[in-house]
């Protein structure tokens, strides 16, 4: 029975396989690796079968998913070019900074390309994953790959040329570096670590759940947290007069010149 195939048994692997299991999907999920550690813990984790070799990988594969390290694309594209087997249609890139058109460069028709980027996040239903076509892809094929990626949260699709500023963007991890700061700054200012982390976690995570689910703008939302004279007035005024703002857009763009350092590869 053909299945979906990773190439590739990292962590967003393992977040996405998790994700698809809680989420009911019942297709067989195939994954590769050279390291046999990562293939037991996902076998056990998320009932994944174990591929032993390249070529019956790909033969398996209704959908190929390449989920390695940029640095190891072409290599990994090069190895599969060589098995000895026709890809699949459809072939998804997860690698960050790899566009399309290198994709295409390395392994062109008949494969078809996308590329995705899920936030680990899919590993409980919630994550974030833009998506972008290559215009080869038709609309039945597109549909292909959002139905899977919308089983583990919703998903947009984007400009090829858009894909950096959104990993860039969506990273769960501004909200990990967000709240250990926050949290680190508590202390300092006098809480026990327990009671800084409950208000951090507060100030961040339920905030945001609230503008999603009150309908109200977040121009509004800062406007009512900024009573004049109010405490939340001083620490956002001093946050910005501290180039709060210029941090974090420096930040953003660190983060594409990485991803188009990747490009280059």
């Known amino acids: 029975m053909k299945a979906i195939v990773f190439l590739g048994a990292g962590r967003i692997t393992s977040a996405l396989t998790a994700g698809l299991r809680l989420a009911g999907n019942r297709q067989p999920i195939v994954v590769y690796d050279r390291h046999p550690e990562k293939l037991r813990a996902l076998r056990l984790e998320s009932r994944v079968e174990i591929a032993h070799d390249l070529k019956s990988a790909v033969e398996r594969a209704e959908m190929l998913i390449i989920a390695v390290r940029p640095a190891s694309v072409i290599e990994m594209l090069d190895e599969v070019a060589a098995c000895g087997v026709t890809p699949p249609k459809v072939c998804i890139s997860l690698a960050a900074g790899i566009p399309l058109r290198n994709l295409r460069a390395r392994m062109g028709p008949p ?10 996040v899919c590993r409980i239903g919630r994550g974030l994953t833009p998506v972008s076509f290559d215009r080869s892809l038709t609309k039945a ?10 089983q583990v949260g919703p998903v947009f699709e984007l400009a090829d040329r858009q894909m950096d500023a959104i990993t860039a963007t969506h990273s769960p991890s501004h909200g990990y570096h967000a709240l250990a700061t926050l949290a680190k700054a508590a202390e300092r200012a006098g809480l026990d670590r327990a009671t800084a982390m409950t208000a951090a976690a507060h100030a961040l995570g339920d905030s945001i759940s609230y503008w999603r689910q009150s309908g109200i703008s977040l121009d509004e ?45």
């Open 111 to 120: 494969v078809r390309w996308a590329r995705a980027m899920p936030s680990p």
């Open 141 to 150: 094929e597109r549909g292909r790959v959002r139905r899977m990626f919308e």
């Open 221 to 265: 939302l800062l406007h009512e947290a900024a009573t004049p004279g109010g405490i939340a007035a001083a620490t956002m005024a001093a946050m910005n007069e501290g180039g709060y703002a210029r941090i974090v857009e420096k930040g953003i763009r660190a983060g594409i010149r990485r991803a188009r350092m990747n490009a280059r590869r």
